[in-house]
């Protein structure tokens, strides 16, 4: 899943600590206790295999066993940042952070040290820690690979390929490498290596549930949805706590236009996720929202939206609110949800302001065709685009801000460009939901 790599902060620590330190021997933990250290053992594995619900029990067990074992708080962070618990994750590594070294394995002092540098955002400090541990232990796939997933947060592709060729030459049956380069491929649009990739990842894998999670994911960019959902139950027979199956099945009746079973398995995910009734019930709003957008029941899509809680620094909620607003025609409305999202923006984490400026892009375009000024509709569109990757969770707007793109040629009058984009979206995705709507002004069939 993406949130293998789809949280960005938590899939970056997570890979780092697990990478790092899945392969070393219990003895080299300051831990006296062998039920604390025998929980941890336990906890790493399931975190390797991104079952973060169960290894958080096993953390949480050690630390039952061992109060004091700072590796234990450390790995516990990272499996919460995982499932989206910031602040219960923040706490844990803070405490873990003020931890006597004096007591610590050499290990567990490198583990600090890259939390340190994640929570001061070093990344450059960090790359330099990884590529030292690189030359001090060649023959560790592990480092490499999370030099790839850095470079690959980072976007830059070519270098995240890399770094994760060379941790397949250290170690060819490196599962999380081929999971790892399906997910760069996918985000450059090169489908059939990112399938390929993925495929010796079940392979190698089998007996885990993210391989299945995330091939489905591909197939879900592809439109190629029947084969996604049977992906899915597959990571789901595997482990049926696996959560995140349930939300991509849950996003794909959503696409559909069918709310009642997107609910549901949404539900189900963040139950097993433990996710706040909070932030259930402002995601519940956009999966309704979206539904009833796929099924092209407009006036369902702005009741709901204009029903709904303000969200100004949920950036899914601001386009969904905007798209409302600007087809409703009450276009300042519109304008004064963005500006207040623009100002949200300016004041968030450098991990997600690259997500930001994308959204916020594809906002305006969407307010721009409906305004009818064209040209700018067509340059914001092609902003967005630009930002965005064909990962599971850009696709589907790197595709709507193409689809805004070729209506603002159409109603500006240049049809073939506007028809070539058409057929590239449906070269990606043959169903996705806005063709029609793409169609609608270029009078393509």
């Known amino acids: 899943m993406r949130k293998v790599i789809l949280i960005v902060l938590a899939a970056l620590v997570v890979a780092v600590i697990v990478g790092l330190y899945m392969t070393r021997p219990p003895r080299e933990w300051s831990s006296k206790d062998p039920a604390a250290i025998d929980e941890l053992v336990r906890g790493r594995e399931a975190l390797q295999k991104l079952y973060f619900p169960e290894s958080i029990e096993h953390f949480r067990a050690a630390l039952a066993h061992d109060s004091q074992f700072v590796a234990a708080r450390m790995l516990l962070g990272s499996a919460l940042f995982s499932i989206d618990q910031r602040e219960p994750a923040l706490r844990e590594i803070r405490e873990a952070l003020k931890a006597d070294r004096a007591g610590l394995t050499p290990r567990e002092i490198r583990m600090l040290e890259i939390w340190r540098l994640q929570l001061e955002r070093k990344e450059e400090e960090l790359l330099g820690l990884l590529k030292t541990y690189a030359v001090e232990v060649p023959d560790d796939a592990d480092i490499l690979r999370q030099l790839a997933s850095i470079y690959w947060h980072r976007g830059e592709e070519e270098e995240a390929v890399k770094w994760a060729e060379a941790s397949l030459k250290v170690s060819p049956n490196d599962a999380l490498a081929y999971n790892l380069l399906g997910y760069i491929e996918m985000s450059r649009g090169n489908f059939a290596a990112s399938e390929s990739a993925l495929r010796k990842y079940t392979f190698i894998a089998s007996n885990q549930a993210n391989p299945h999670d995330s091939l489905g994911e591909l197939y879900t960019v592809l439109g190629r949805w029947d084969e996604a959902i049977a992906e899915f139950n597959k990571a789901l027979g595997v482990n049926p706590r696996f959560f995140p199956a349930h939300l991509h099945i849950a996003r794909i009746a959503m696409l559909r236009g069918d709310e009642p079973t997107a609910l549901a398995e949404a539900e189900q995910g963040w139950e097993l996720a433990g996710m706040s009734a909070e932030a259930r019930s402002s995601e519940a709003v956009l999966l309704r929202a979206w539904a ?113 793109a070729a209506m603002a040629l159409a109603r500006g009058g240049d049809l073939a460009r506007a028809n070539q984009i058409l057929t590239e979206i449906t070269r990606v995705n043959p169903v996705f939901p806005s063709l029609a709507r793409c169609r609608e002004p270029i009078g393509a069939r």
């Open 292 to 404: 009833a957008r796929a099924r092209r029941d407009d006036g369902a899509f702005v009741a709901i939206m204009r029903e709904s809680k303000p969200n100004y620094d949920n950036p899914s909620w601001t386009l969904a609110m905007v798209t409302a607003l600007a087809e409703s025609g009450e276009f300042a409305a519109a304008r004064a949800v963005e500006e207040r999202a623009v100002a949200d923006a300016a004041k968030a984490e450098s991990s997600t302001k690259l997500r930001w400026k994308a959204v916020l892009a594809a906002t305006r375009a969407q307010r721009l065709l409906s305004e009818g000024k064209f040209d700018e509709a067509l340059v914001a569109a092609e902003t967005a685009d630009s930002a965005l990757t064909f990962s599971i969770d850009d696709a589907f707007l790197k595709l709507t801000a193409r689809c805004v």
